[in-house]
């Protein structure tokens, strides 16, 4: 290894100009550290961007800690190059990485056009800049993420560099070939997790847990026994389906990086700790401690859509936008030198809707896709995204005109924010009253996550946000519930409202409570507007039941259902039967293969057989425990 | 484990009767030995048959050392014992074991009738007999495997303990799945290996080099990494193809039972000793030097046919007749208790031969089955039996009437047996003149160890030598050549002859001589039984080529062939086409899955494809480094 970063360093001063003093070149996760003497002879971006090119690899430059000018120094020379209207909340110095971190309300501003006050600031300071947002919500899960980071980071350099080791060591083996596993989520919906392998690379592609939360992927099978010998775990998005035993890889000896984008990582903190916090609340054993979530966390690595990064001595991740929640991504895997490339949808949205893009469907290159066939069956139609909202908007009104409360049960990450912004719109341009929009349960922190992330929704959105100055997350139709005496005081009002609350299938979370209280009054309304699993309390009342047990403080008691009870569909962030076919139709470049997963057995088959009748494209439907090979 | 021992020596006392004082119990191997003070008292074959059942563990009764008659006193009742036409060739006592070796012309004699005979040798020796059969023909390789074991039979007695012991160790996982992972020989022949998986064991079956004998199985995937987290190696035949590096594996780290029938075992180590040997006389690198195949020999656990064996914690093999050549087998896995039946056809033939009966059909339970397609293309049809031996004798007739000597290159195990048998019959019934038929290279120790094991021979050949006295390997018509000067007076010598010798394809051997000195005559024949691989100077001649380049010491010169070249199809050890279709057919019972292996791409996907359209079975033609989920 020794050898290796010499000679990496020696390419790194062929390739810089000959004023440019290297100091020091370091592996950190998949980037290359270049320690330079006089950062300000950097300060040419072409310059930078030849070496990454030259060396083919991911690169930040970072002064020789000697020539950093002083800190409060350096500050103000910051704040005189920043334009003011950056907004700086804070300016932190971390002496570690020779960075500095400025959290601001536009971060846009701090990095200058093309970069430019970025330069500028290494030039004149010596101090690498880093920006953050300064999230108009207040997330305490974002807070703490980077307090615990900053906690570690001796550690996390460790960490990064042992992976960095990792990812550049020799390629042994000459076979090329490709192959993946499947460790859940094959046939059946929840506990994602697939094996991709080559003969000098593992990858883990998601971890997740099934939907009773009990069954994990097959995680004993000698294919990745021992954990560690895996080199990198991707997860697309935040749902526990998809990460939610990631730290119990962390638990049985996995050290290596977890790659994800970096609004997967902050929601996916935030609903692990929510789903060991009801877990232990409802007495179930749980699958780790909190302590794993954090273990996890400290081996992160975040990269954002479009970017090309070696996570393996032949492997390259980029991640690509799905469509489906905020973060989430198709992980799209070059293998090789261009031997092969395959990419996973995770979940995906292949419509646009209000707070995201339509799923990417230009990539490079690409042999092979493994896609979610979540409504694959050949019925799995849904209405139009204007349809559902149109609905959505009759019954508010409705129930609003009769002087009713509108309950909507909904999970915390995905289809809240998009009602929320379906119904701050209608209020806004008055297709419905002005009435308080109450949010409650982990919705509000999950809303704040995204509002820190305003570059991950769609264009529409952002362009509302950053140039109409219209943040619809921040509105003022929005009322947080956050104490159990303000929802007393919501439900004991006799306004006309709506409520959005956790959990969406209504097993468990304030939801319970609001419709206890709610269900006897036919003037008001229930309405789901997500997907209701068979045995949940949410199934029940859909299909109609007219009285349905209810546990309060260990008694046991009926509640009457008397209030009107409507489902909308269409507003989920899967791609119904269409959008599956035509996303194949759409790709820009045709597969060889597509495996379809995450789906019911007979919609797997199902669409699977469409797409070879349909496209002429071989496809696969394996089961759990199967391999596949590509190549 | 000692509570575990403790445990079945308690359940072996109480399904004894009484008066039987049981001394110890220890695990030998797959069996369960059991030490006992006064073994006479189960001279009654059924007590030890409820034992047997009422453990379900195959059983070994021996006498407490304490309990044994002196050695020469013992020497002396046996002889009294058995008939004088057992013919006893020699007797040794294994005091390590408790038990004495008889070897005899006729061993069914010396074990009597029902086994009364051997009981009567326990009961009035105290020594547990076990009886070898004297060879007609003496078989060095035999008798280099039966001293080498005694050598070592100390360290063998602890491998089978600890063997005994993993096989009975408690089972883990709850989980109930089978899958099978293709390593080598997935649409290819060649480099057989697959590795048969449960929660709970690893079972490889199989481990051939491929034809050029460079390119091993995929033995460095996860899968079977570290190779003695395997539980047990599987062989069904002695062809390399299937067995040739088993070497390897205890070369890298494995250290458990090699499962094979007995003749299987003697013909694997001539075999491998062969190749290792031509492989380091031409100078390419050897995979394994000698002392691994002794290290494996050490570690085999020989199985008869028929003999249901416990060989992982949920995992029982039988081994049934292959028809293929001298004790190949298919490999019959019972899974679990009644959980899923596989078995793996190795190569076999539906079709009596002159040696061997047609492959078995008939199993207790069939699920699944991995079944070999050398001939599974739709136009592989091979003339039958019948007309290749007419057309044999005819060429033969046709090449003495003019004075003319026939050469016919055959590979040491399998055709050559064949085709002797072919001529010694055709001899003695004056359908040939009455000619020598000279045998070289390795044919004569493979027909040795033929003559070794006639149980494993056809019931026709059986009686022929057992009942008529006449065994035709020992025919006067068969002249061994067993030196360079002996080789050199065969060829001078003007008389007609036929000529049997290695290698079959000419690319090596002592019928290369032959033929260079043969092929310049017009009287003489050169006839191919067997498959001759393309770039083979034998697929040269086959394809009439007038002049083929050779090398003699060194120096480079040109045989002119005038010989006649003649091939005679119809002789294969494997099933064609038709054979393979009906074998399906025949199954005792009709397995749900069926899995194409040991063929060319197109022909296993040919054979795949019309088992499927003609018996509605699902069928899978996978690929190497693929896996397959059974249930
Ligand atoms: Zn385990
Ligand atoms: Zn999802
Ligand atoms: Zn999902
Ligand atoms: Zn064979
Ligand atoms: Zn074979």
Not at 470 to 497: A, G, L
Request: some cysteine; charged content about 25%; hydrophobic content about 40%.
């Amino acid at each position: 290894m020794m050898d290796k970063i010499k000679e990496i360093k020696q390419k790194v001063i062929e390739s810089l100009p000959k004023k440019v003093k290297v100091k020091d070149v370091e592996f950190e996760g998949p980037f290359l550290v270049v320690y330079v003497k006089n950062p300000q002879e950097l300060a040419n971006a072409d310059i930078v961007k030849k070496l990454a090119k030259d060396l083919r690899k991911r690169i930040i430059i970072r002064a020789d800690p000697k020539s950093l000018k002083p800190k409060e120094e350096a500050e103000k020379i910051i704040r005189q190059i920043v334009p003011e209207d950056a907004k700086i909340t804070s300016i932190f110095f971390d002496e570690e990485y020779c960075e500095v971190i400025i959290e601001a309300e536009k971060p846009g501003v701090v990095i200058g056009k093309g970069g430019s006050t970025f330069r500028k600031i290494l030039k004149e300071t010596g101090w690498s800049p880093r920006v953050v947002r300064t999230p108009p919500l207040k997330s305490k899960t974002i807070e703490s993420i980077r307090s615990y980071l900053l906690s570690v980071r001796e550690e996390r350099k460790e960490i990064l560099k042992r992976i960095g080791e990792s990812i550049n060591r020799p390629i042994l083996h000459a076979d090329k070939w490709v192959r993946v596993t499947f460790l859940g989520g094959a046939r059946e919906v929840g506990r994602s997790c697939y094996l991709l392998q080559t003969p000098n690379s593992k990858i883990l592609v998601e971890c997740g847990i099934n939907v009773s939360g009990n069954q994990p992927p097959y995680l004993y099978i000698p294919e990745i026994q021992p954990l560690d010998s895996i080199d990198a775990v991707v997860i697309t998005h935040a749902h526990l389906d998809h990460c939610g035993l990631v730290p119990v890889l962390f638990k049985y000896g996995y050290r290596g990086p977890v790659y994800l984008t970096p609004p997967t990582r902050d929601l996916m903190v935030l609903l692990q700790l929510d789903f060991i916090e009801v877990a232990s609340r409802e007495g179930t054993t749980i699958p780790y401690e909190s302590h794993w979530i954090r273990t996890a966390l400290k081996h992160c690595i975040t990269l954002d859509y479009g970017v090309v990064t070696d996570i393996a001595p032949d492997v390259r991740l980029t991640f690509y936008n799905a469509g489906h929640i905020l973060g989430s991504a198709i992980a799209h895997f070059h293998i090789g030198e261009g031997l092969y490339n395959i990419a996973f949808t995770g979940d995906f949205k292949f419509e646009r809707t209000r707070l995201f893009d339509k799923a990417e469907t230009n990539f490079p290159r690409l042999e092979a896709l493994i896609m979610e066939a979540t409504y694959g069956g050949s019925q799995d139609f849904q209405p139009s995204r204007k349809e559902a909202e149109e609905n959505l908007i009759r019954i508010v009104n409705e129930t609003i005109s009769k002087g009713g409360k509108v309950l909507i049960p909904a999970f915390a990450v995905g289809r809240s924010q998009e009602v929320m912004i379906v119904l701050e719109e209608a209020i806004r341009t008055k297709k419905i009253d002005e009435v308080p929009v109450y949010i409650d349960g982990m919705i509000y922190e999950a809303t704040a996550i995204h509002t820190a992330y305003p570059e991950y929704l769609n264009a529409h959105l952002r362009d509302l946000i950053f140039h109409q100055g219209i943040n619809p997350f921040i509105s003022e139709s929005f009322v947080r519930v956050d104490s159990p005496s303000k929802r007393q005081e919501v439900i004991d009002s006799s306004e006309p409202c709506v409520i959005i609350s956790t959990s969406g299938m209504l097993n468990g979370g304030p939801v319970m409570e609001y419709f206890r209280a709610l269900a006897g009054d036919e003037k008001n309304t229930i309405v789901f507007v997500g997907y209701q699993a068979e045995g949940t309390l949410g199934r029940r009342i859909q299909k109609g039941w007219k009285e349905v047990p209810f546990t309060v403080d260990g008694r046991r008691e009926v509640v009457k259902v008397n209030m009107r009870v409507e489902t909308v569909d269409g507003f989920s962030g899967h791609s119904d039967r269409r959008q599956l076919m035509n996303y194949v139709k759409a790709l820009s470049d045709k597969p060889e293969k597509i495996i379809t997963v995450h789906g019911e057995e007979s919609k797997c088959i199902d669409l699977a057989s469409s797409i070879y009748k349909t496209y002429k494209i071989e496809t696969r439907a394996p089961m759990n425990l199967e391999t596949i090979r590509f190549i």
